[in-house]
């Protein structure tokens, strides 16, 4: 599975935007980008997933390049509990249902 | 309703001690598994069952073993516990959707502290 790369940590003011970026330059055709977070404490949840399309949800944008060798997950009006620790994996998704988690981007939400 | 529980959430134990932890999902899925974040805050993936049968055996001692009684349940027991087996244990869950590997569901953790 490809590795990807992470800001050790970001910061965001509430209500704003946060975008988050990752690369992933060793991406196969047939691999995805999945995110997840990981708010303190608690078990890692599922944001988003995509393929080569930009994919929107309830809670996040994922806008992956033409070349699909990197990302940007987008909270689009980011808030206190957004806070968290995020997590950009890319994986096969046939038959190895493996993650390999790497140790994603801090997010701080602030005031 | 809880999609993916585990108990206990925190146990504390001796060395050399042996101990279980125990996980259930109630989504359907066919695929569970147990993952390992230690102090550093890695999450690894140790084992992954499909409808009861192991497909992802990482380099984990075989102190560790996992059991499936069924598809709703994945149990992990460790027998002489060691210090470095303290962390935090996570089970998950996720169904394969034509062909495309679903996100995964995760309990919310067992805190396992050795001493």
């Known amino acids: 599975d490809a590795k990807t790369t992470q800001p050790t940590s970001m910061d965001c003011a509430e209500g704003r935007a946060a975008n988050l970026p990752c690369n992933h330059s060793t991406i196969s055709g047939n691999e995805y980008v999945y995110w997840y977070r990981q708010i303190h404490s608690q078990g890692p949840q599922y944001i988003i997933h995509g393929l080569k399309n930009n994919e929107t949800n309830e809670m996040a944008s994922l806008i992956i390049t033409e070349d699909r060798k990197s990302s940007t997950l987008i909270l689009p009006h980011a808030t206190l509990r957004d806070t968290a620790v995020y997590y950009c994996i890319v994986s096969n998704a046939g038959n190895n249902r493996k993650l390999i988690w790497g140790l994603g981007t801090s997010l701080a939400v602030n005031p | 309703d809880t999609a993916v529980s585990q108990t206990p959430k925190y146990l504390v134990t001796q060395m050399g001690n042996d101990k279980s932890i125990k996980c259930e999902q109630n989504l359907g899925h066919d695929t569970m598994y147990w993952y390992k974040q230690d102090s550093k805050k890695f999450l690894k993936i140790m084992f992954s069952y499909n409808n009861k049968e192991l497909i992802i055996n990482e380099t984990v001692p075989n102190r560790f073993s996992p059991k499936s009684p069924d598809k709703a349940h994945l149990n992990l027991h460790i027998n002489s516990l060691e210090l470095g087996d303290s962390a935090v244990y996570f089970c998950?869950?996720?169904?394969?959707?034509?062909?495309?590997?679903?996100?995964?569901?995760f309990g919310p953790g067992t805190r396992l502290t050795v001493l």
């Open positions: 998950a869950s996720s169904q394969v959707a034509s062909g495309v590997l679903a996100w995964q569901f």
